[in-house]
């Protein structure tokens, strides 16, 4: 079947229904569809926890906030996307006020913002610890008062058509009929969030696969520093749950198994001697996480089943403001650890968290390739650089969803509908599902084998330390895991919700993103932010004060190449926390 839209995107959590909000509101006539894999409300945006960063205390400022983020990025983003963001973001968060969004308060009525890692003012606005949850209900049921959104919930996107150097839409499988459809557009938005299942261990939920990242990147357009994959350093063992940055934002300790605040032996900030007391817990979750990795080597970590931890202390804030500030933690603490945090310690260790790399895009979230746009954690435009500062995501995703928005809508009134190749594109892409992957002869290779082989190399290879050894084997075995995919066997030949063909198409596009982060990661041979080789310690402004670009080459390899960064008003220096 085919259905026709003018803007579609791909993409039900925060950057989508963002995005779907600025067309209706600023183009009625427009015709906008979201295709979503999940409903909206269970896009990844809705376990946000800690709060989303705008300026708005008097004793802050726009400068400062663009200060900390692109020092947070050890200066690889971009300084006028910074510039951009930090002036919009509070706007932005302002109008989810006025759309609805129950912002915790001061007893004055004012706004409550508390501290984030890596901020020197305090400027996270939050809804309690539950900020995602509140935000994406404020966007969709805001999304929901206009009539020429309309939505295609769990279609699973397989690919872009382009022709004529332009992409005219897409093909989507509604989940719950196995029903393959062309939907035309004249613009496409990729709101699809990261890709934190490319990992073993991480807070990302199962759908965040990376999927349109893997899309773009097939269709010819550019994915954007790679090789940057944050840790968060505080998750639970074994499930991976985040334990948010507010908990240490409130005053939460970490303890290694000494009962001893390691952090205060690391130098999170410079210059020296300056105490780091104040940083501490908040400095900046890359150096925590390395921080985490010498204190297992220096075997001053807790050996548990689930690999070493340390443990989290938040017992002497006492259970009432826990309640008041943080009682998500408590409530994911008490039902997933069986431990209270108002009177145990909790063993946490780092987890793979947020994708600074994604597709490459300009200011207003154009992409390379004509009619494609991305916003959010899929996009990379950057305001995030080699580090993301905690909570700047969803202000990121409001200011650039928005943009985004509203540059495809401009683009579509302008724009021709599908060529015939264009849709012949499509008849291509279905037959493509029905015969190699449902009609599959029995082959000897299984999902589940690949993915985990997959995600383990991945840790070995990219995790918190990389070095040129491993990145090279690693390239080896993703190939032959590509390989190994034409042998999979899909057993489940059924129409309605059949879950592995999704999964198929998800370790597929995963494979696509595994091979860019490895081979970024292997040409920058340096070590900034959340990219650190053991083979060249250093940060190299060099050579690589430079965003890299990983584009599909002719005979389906990753080629890399450079994109200078843009540098405005604060010349690269040294990253400096605890003042
Ligand atoms: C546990 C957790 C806590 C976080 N806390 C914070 C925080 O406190 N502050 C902060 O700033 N950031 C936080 N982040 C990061 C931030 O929440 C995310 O970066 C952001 O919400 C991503 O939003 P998004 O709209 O880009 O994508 P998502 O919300 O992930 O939505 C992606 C959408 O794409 C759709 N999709 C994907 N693939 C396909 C496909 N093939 N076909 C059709 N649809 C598809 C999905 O259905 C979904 O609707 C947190 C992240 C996590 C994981």
Known sequence: MTTAHDVVIVGGGGAGLRAAIAIAEEHPGLDVAIVSKVYPMRSHTVSAEGGAAGVIGADDSVDEHAYDTVSGSDWLA?????????????????????????WSREPDGRIAVRSFGGMKKKRTWFAADKTGFHLLHTLFQTSLKYPAVHRHDEWFATKLLVDDGRVQGLVAIELATGRIETVTAKAVILAT????????????????????????????????DMEFVQYHPTGLPFTGILITEAARAEGGWLLNADGYRYLQDYDLGKPEPTPVLRSMELGPRDRLSQAFVHEVEKGRAIDTPYGPV????????????????????????????????????????????????????????ATSVRGLFAAGEVACVSINGAN???SNSLPELLVFGARAGRTAAEYATTTPGPTRAGLAQADDEHRR????????????????????????????????????DSLTKAVDTLRGLQDRMRLVTLEDRSQTFNTELPAFLELSAMLD???????????????????????????????????????????????????????????????VYGR
């Open 78 to 102: 971009d300084q006028d996307a910074v510039e951009l963001f930090v002036h919009e973001a509070p706007r932005e968060l302002l109008r989810l006020e006025h759309w609805g969004c129950p």
């Open 193 to 224: 969030g990261g890709c934190g299942r490319v990992f073993p261990f991480t807070t990302n939920a199962a759908i965040k696969t990376g999927d349109g990242m893997a899309l773009a990147y097939r269709a010819g357009a550019a994915l954007k």
């Open 310 to 365: 340390v443990n989290l202390d938040l017992r002497h804030l006492g259970p009432k403001l826990i309640d008041t500030k943080i009682p998500f933690v408590r409530e994911l603490c008490r039902k997933y650890q069986n431990v209270d945090p108002a009177t145990d310690l909790v063993q946490v260790r780092p987890v793979v968290h947020y994708m600074m790399g994604g597709v490459h895009t300009d200011l207003d979230g």
């Open 388 to 390: 993301r500062l905690g």
């Open 433 to 468: 599902i029905w015969r190699e992957l449902r009609r599959r002869e029995a082959g000897t290779e299984r999902i589940s084998a690949i993915r985990e082989e997959m995600q383990h190399t991945m840790e070995g290879s990219a995790g918190i330390y990389r070095s040129g």
């Open 513 to 575: 993103v595994a091979e860019a982060i490895v081979q970024s990661a292997l040409c920058r041979e340096e070590s900034r932010g959340a990219h650190q080789r053991t083979d060249f310690p250093a940060r190299d402004d060099d050579r690589f004060l430079a965003h890299s670009l990983a584009r599909r080459a002719a005979d389906g390899s990753c080629e890399i190449d450079y994109l200078p960064v843009t540098i405005r008003r604060w010349p690269a220096g040294e990253r």
